[in-house]
Every structure is written in structure tokens, then in C-alpha cells.
């Protein structure tokens, strides 16, 4: 099994930017598609994005889409979500996962998980 570290939150003014890492250990992360999902105050959790496995492919919700960048090295089991334009909309807890054969937006397909780091943005 693969465990999943988030770091990197904090509180942002809108329109800032933040970068968020997982790290994984416990087996390569190469055999994982990886991806972020969030939970706001209230609301359930969302999709943000997914990478597959080699990651040359990622997928962004559209909320998200021309504002985030997802990408990994394998080498060194990370994948990071680089968050640009914040708003304050973007505040939540944000989630690591990861799953060998899912790429899908439903967060029950993904099998392992972060604890989450919170990302809090200011207006």
C-alpha cells in the first residue's frame, strides 16, 4: 500500500498563489494515477485534478481549469498542484489520492488517501 503526505497550505490573499505537495512512500508512486480532491466548509468533496501514471496526462475540474497545474516526479514520489489566481472559493481542505486503476472525478474509486492540508484564501 502507498501512504500520501500533503504539505504546503496556508492562508493566501485572493489572487495569490500557493503550491501543494504529496508525498508517497511505501511503494513507487509510478503505479499510481494521482490526484487532488477538496472539501470546502460544508460541501462535499470535489474533484480538482488527475494525473495518470506517467503523467503525461492531467485532467482539471472546470473550476480549476487555466488556474492549477498538476504534475509528478516519479523519481521522487511527489506530485504537486501549483495554484495560481486564488479565490476565495478555492478554501478548502485539500486532499491527496491516489489509485492504480481510477482517473475518474468520484472520489469513492480512489483507494488510498492524505489527511489533507487546508488551504485558506482571503478576499
Known amino acids: 500500500q502507498v501512504q500520501l503526505k500533503e504539505s504546503g497550505g496556508g492562508l493566501v490573499q485572493a489572487g495569490g498563489s500557493l503550491r501543494l505537495s504529496c508525498a508517497a512512500s511505501g511503494r513507487p508512486m509510478s503505479t499510481y494515477n494521482m490526484a487532488w480532491f477538496r472539501q470546502g466548509p460544508g460541501k462535499e468533496r470535489e474533484f480538482v485534478a488527475v494525473t495518470t501514471r506517467s503523467g503525461s496526462d492531467a485532467y482539471y475540474s472546470q473550476s480549476v481549469k487555466g488556474r492549477f497545474t498538476l504534475s509528478r516526479d516519479n523519481a521522487n514520489n511527489t506530485v504537486t498542484l501549483q495554484m495560481n489566481s486564488l479565490k476565495p472559493e478555492d478554501t478548502a481542505v485539500y486532499y491527496c489520492?491516489?489509485?492504480?486503476?481510477?482517473?475518474?472525478?468520484?472520489?469513492?474509486?480512489?483507494?488510498?488517501w492524505g489527511q489533507g492540508t487546508q488551504v485558506t484564501v482571503s478576499s
Open positions: 489520492a491516489a489509485d492504480q486503476f481510477s482517473l475518474g472525478r468520484d472520489a469513492q474509486y480512489y483507494a488510498f
